[in-house]
């Protein structure tokens, strides 16, 4: 299923060709309840901390995100950013999703409420052709980029997932991401087989930042994403923050989901 959703202009065009069903850059730091274990110094394994990284966001259970999708193709450039809870558990997440100003500076987007969960992304708002009591459902399974780019948000679990192919990694050195100390470290992570077609390399490009308790508290990764044979540059931004916050989700029942034909 392809879902598009009206734009202006050329920025209006890429979105709808660079997502397939969505939508999503925030600021804000690393911070909240500390968990258990050591991230370790810059003299321990800098790839296997940052491979161990999504087992201590487990461990710390939920946090607040804050999340950016930059995209550019044709020397045109978009952001779209989202903002939310997650729970690392359950695999489940909450995120208000902003899309770009049009052409003429003007927001005539409403917001997008997108729901995350193990196999699936619902969203709400998603577009022409939709009831506005109607969610719009996603099998993220069948997604030929794994729902690292489609819903205009990398899953933060999903982010912090990516970094388990970490290779190459160095140790840049110690930073403060508001106001939290933080280590910095790069490299490039494996794609998985199952999403690697959906792009044009094998690996992606990625900045972690990691808390003295290992959890990762931001993470930036650049796809080249592959649409009808067009390259889309996409950098996708993840911050991860107040650990332990309170997530709600409640997915919808089979009645509130859309099946009819979405407009173009």
């Known amino acids: 299923m392809v879902v598009q959703r009206h734009g202006a202009g050329r920025a ?7 997502l397939v069903g969505g939508v999503i850059a925030g600021a804000a730091g690393c911070g909240g309840n500390s968990a258990g274990g050591a991230g370790g110094g810059s003299a321990a394994d800098p790839a296997a901390l940052v491979r161990n990284a999504a087992d ?19 020397g045109t450039r978009i952001t779209i950013r989202g903002q939310g809870t997650y729970d690392f558990r359950r695999r489940t997440g909450h995120l208000t999703v902003v899309l770009p100003k049009d052409a003429a500076g003007e927001t005539d987007h409403q917001p997008i409420t997108e729901l995350l969960a193990p196999g699936a992304l619902y969203m709400k708002n998603r ?3 939709v009831p506005a009591d109607k969610w719009v459902r996603v099998d993220t399974a069948a997604l030929a980029d794994g729902n690292l780019v489609t819903g205009g948000a990398t899953d933060p679990y999903a982010a912090a997932e990516l970094l388990r192919g970490a290779q190459g990694v160095t140790y840049v050195g110690e930073e403060h991401l508001a106001g939290v ?4 470290y790069r490299g490039s992570a494996v794609l998985p087989a199952k ?3 959906g792009f044009s390399k094998g690996a992606v490009p990625f900045d972690a930042y990691l808390d003295e308790a290992g959890r990762l508290c931001k993470v930036r990764q650049q796809f080249i994403y592959v649409n009808g044979g067009r390259p889309v540059a996409v950098a996708s931004t993840t911050l991860l923050y107040g650990f332990g916050a309170a997530v709600s989700v409640r997915l919808p029942d089979a009645r509130d989901i859309f099946d009819g034909k979405i407009q173009p």
């Open 12 to 18: 209006g065009a890429i979105v709808s060709a660079a």
């Open 56 to 74: 201590r966001l487990v461990e710390a259970g939920s946090s607040s995100a804050t999340t950016s999708m930059e995209m550019a193709t044709g």
């Open 127 to 129: 577009g022409a052709g």
């Open 181 to 184: 100390k933080v280590r910095h």
């Open 195 to 197: 999403v690697v077609k």
